[in-house]
């Protein structure tokens, strides 16, 4: 069965802080990992990674992968009370790219 | 670019009602739709996969004579929950890949929050 984990489950900061949101996974026929980020409503989509240690960057927000060691991680620099959010990994497999989803890291930044 | 569009955005009907959910891509075309579901403080569980034109793929332990899918044109999927009961109330999502290949990431919808009385 896939499966994908993410660390801390939750993380209250302050603002300007950086922090560090970690996603690992066991999945079979891997095609991609992908974070959003979820606040009221829906998903939004941040990134997608494919390949191996290739820096993916908008703004102050950062993501890496590590195909070899199993995990991903999201970076954020500069912290402010709008990246209060569920940030959610997700691996695709398969053809389809179906995705398996981690429970999400909730991320609380206050003044 | 790539707005998905779910229709209603959230559902109070009494027990034993069937509830048609709405998922359109906007602004591009999605062969492949997928429905999700939410728990409070839980994370999406993925229920089926949509594909245009042929039937959907559920995943293990969910009633396809329950949650019954369309995907009729390549901008557009519904979910039918039928005679829905209290304990299908939650939060529906769903997603619509670009076509072009697994190599471009879902958009979401807004989702589709439902009560079941």
């Known amino acids: 069965e896939d499966k994908v984990v993410q660390s801390p489950l939750s993380l209250v900061v302050h603002e300007g802080d950086t922090v560090t949101l970690n996603c690992s996974y066991e999945v079979t026929n891997f095609r991609s990992l992908l974070w959003y980020k979820q606040e009221k409503k829906a998903p939004t989509f941040l990134f997608m990674l494919?390949?191996?240690?290739i820096e993916k960057k908008s703004g102050r927000l950062s993501s890496i992968l590590d195909k070899k060691e199993l995990f991903s991680i999201l970076n954020i620099t500069a912290t402010q009370t709008g990246d209060s959010a569920i940030y959610l990994c997700a691996v695709g497999t398969g053809t389809a790219s179906k995705l398996t989803f981690g429970t999400g890291t909730r991320l609380q930044v206050t003044l | 670019g790539a707005v998905v569009s779910q229709h209603p955005s959230w559902v109070i009907c009494k027990s034993g009602t069937s509830v048609k959910i709405e998922c359109r891509s906007l602004d591009f075309q999605a062969t492949t739709m997928f429905w999700y579901r939410q728990f409070p403080k839980q994370s999406l569980m993925l229920m089926a996969t949509s594909n245009e034109g042929s039937k959907a793929t559920y995943e293990q332990g969910v009633e396809k004579d329950k949650f019954l899918i369309n995907h009729a044109s390549l901008t557009l999927s519904t979910l039918t929950v039928t005679s829905a009961h209290p304990e299908d109330s939650s939060f529906y999502i769903c997603s619509a890949q670009p076509t072009g290949g697994g190599n471009q990431p879902q958009h979401f919808g807004d989702g589709t929050r439902l009560s079941i009385l």
């Open positions: 494919t390949s191996s240690g």
